[in-house]
């Protein structure tokens, strides 16, 4: 069964710091890896797909990676600021049940100014 | 385009009520689905839909029903409310499942319900 696990599960950080996010899946088969963000009271906004033949993904200050064989990702945001505090989640679709996307619990982000 | 859409954004409802959870989307989405979000329990998929007329059961299924009869359209109905239904509802759409597309998922902004 896969299972998705995330820590730390909360984060608190001052502004400007680089930060990374870490999230852990348990079978290697899977077709990608999503990272989302959350915001309070809000649905889930994609920030990033990493497909299972890529290594890593950018946007702006957020840099995805994927090392399938050590079944863990990493989110790492660069220069960070109060407007990037929420609730980070990543998912993977995996190959053995290819239509269900499991999530993992989160990491609570606080980006003290 | 709106993206994924839900209503209502708030329902209170008593043990034993019914009702029905309304998703759409405009963006020609085969794949659908449904979760829902409970305090140290993450989201845990519902039903889902690879397009229309087909649907399946997702981890929690027991409660719910759903049916696909437009690609725009998949509505969640709860067919007597229980406490334990009490959560955050998310609708979320995907452009397909095969993994040669890009899969990413768009979620809507949640319905939040509560049965007393």
């Known amino acids: ?113 | 385009n709106a993206g994924v859409t839900q209503t209502p954004k708030f329902q209170v409802l008593k043990t034993g009520q019914s009702m029905t959870l309304q998703c759409a989307q405009d963006m020609n989405h085969e794949y659908m689905s449904w979760y829902r979000q409970d305090p140290g329990m993450g989201l845990r998929l519902i039903h889902y839909s690879v397009g229309a007329g087909i649907t399946d059961q997702g981890e929690v299924p027991n409660g719910y029903n759903v049916s696909r009869s437009t690609t725009e359209d998949f509505p969640l109905r709860l067919l007597s409310a229980a406490p334990s239904q009490t959560s955050v509802y998310f609708c979320a759409s995907s452009l397909g499942t095969s993994g040669r597309s890009t899969d990413t998922q768009y979620f809507g902004p949640g319905t939040r319900l509560t049965v007393l």
Do not use: H, M
């Open chain 1, 1 to 113: 069964k896969q299972e998705v696990t995330q820590i730390p599960a909360a984060l608190s950080v001052p502004e400007g710091e680089n930060l990374v996010l870490n999230c852990s899946f348990t079978d290697s088969a899977i077709y990608n890896l999503q990272w989302f963000r959350q915001d309070p009271g809000k649905g889930l906004t994609s920030l990033l797909l990493i497909q299972s033949s890529q290594r890593e993904q950018t946007s702006g200050r957020l840099n995805a990676s994927l090392d399938k064989s050590s079944g863990r990702s990493t989110l790492y945001i660069a220069a960070s600021q109060p407007g990037d505090s929420a609730t980070y989640l990543c998912a993977v679709l995996r190959k053995t049940s290819y239509d269900k996307v499991i999530f993992g619990p989160g990491t609570s982000l606080s980006v003290i100014p």
